[in-house]
């Protein structure tokens, strides 16, 4: 690059690459901090694979070779359409691998529990039913730990079993009585299983119950290493009731420098939160579906901050309850990625003017 540019007079220069992960990451960091390159203004480019491949479509009968895929990535970029410089600042990259993978984590803490709740259905058929309390409380948890057999918690006195219960909550439970009560009447409604089996499915129990603990406990640790870095970073987004350091770092880390976008819009159709508009003559479509084409990390962090928000700021809590009440189906996931979208203008406007949250209203629901 150095050797073609070395004796001609260079206005713009800039350098694309297709974004493919960890492949991309290094040679675009090192492109991007190269001295050389910086002293003849060069910026480096990380684009998506998908609109390269659709922009390579208007050219007729073209090869798949590196060469003309390079040629394809330079017209892209001279043609100078949706295009994002990579984020500068290291404290965003580390917040960024950070906030990434304690999403991995939590989709798969998730998954673990829909398989600790099918293993329990086979245990205990009627025992989310019954029972009103967190399943997945330590108290619980113990209770299945303890590998009991239904016939034995069918007939242990509810005293005792109350005094387990309120022991292993450590003192927790309101009412441990009516819990206790609860638990023998599902123990009592369910079907039996034969030995071999009910053992195979206390084993499965406390492998799942360790596996969702580890999960927890290193959920725990890289949100404290997300709050440590989140100190040392000049950010309003936690001055909205709802968004702590974790829902703001997961937010800030995808969006990174807010001057790296023109307008909230922009901001919102990178995170995939926009709707394609289907018109054809007279025709023009009310039902339009979500385009699910962005980053899907910023866009679940903007989804489950607005789902925060709305319980204390009353204007978004109005404006959930309105689009939630458009709808006969699919009722609190409209409204809450319409809230979303909603949540991005705020966003937009706090990192860019670097303001603090002032709300009028604001109210716990």
Known sequence: LLQRIANQKVEIFKIGLESTSVYSFHPSMFLHYDKELQSFGAKVFLMNPKQITNFKKSYSDMDKTDEIDAFVIADYLRFGRNQMSIVKESQYVALQQL?????????????????????????????????????????????????????????????????????????????????????????????????????????????????????????????????????????????IPGVGPVFAAGIIAEIGQIERFDDETKIAKYAGLYWRKHQSGRFTAENTSLSRNGNHYLRYYLVEAANSVRKYVSDYQEYYVKKYNEVPKHQHKRALVLTARKFVRLVDALLRNHQIFTPERCVKV
């Open 99 to 239: 906030t990434r993978s304690r999403y991995q984590l939590v989709r798969m803490l998730t998954k673990e529990k829909q398989h600790f709740l099918q293993h329990l259905s086979y245990k205990c058929n009627t025992f989310s039913q019954e029972v009103d309390s967190s399943i997945f409380g330590n108290a619980m948890m113990e209770l299945f730990l303890e590998k009991f057999s239904l016939e034995e918690l069918a007939d242990m006195p509810l005293n005792e079993l109350s005094e387990f219960l309120q022991a292993k909550g450590k003192n927790r439970f309101g009412d441990p009585k009516c819990v206790a009560s609860t638990i023998q009447k599902a123990v009592r409604s369910s079907y039996r299983l034969d030995k071999v089996v009910e053992d195979s499915i206390d084993v499965l129990l406390g492998t799942s119950i360790a596996v969702i603990r580890t999960y927890q406990q290193q959920i725990k640790e890289i949100e404290k290493s997300i709050k440590q870095i989140m100190a040392g970073l000049p950010q309003t987004l936690e001055s």
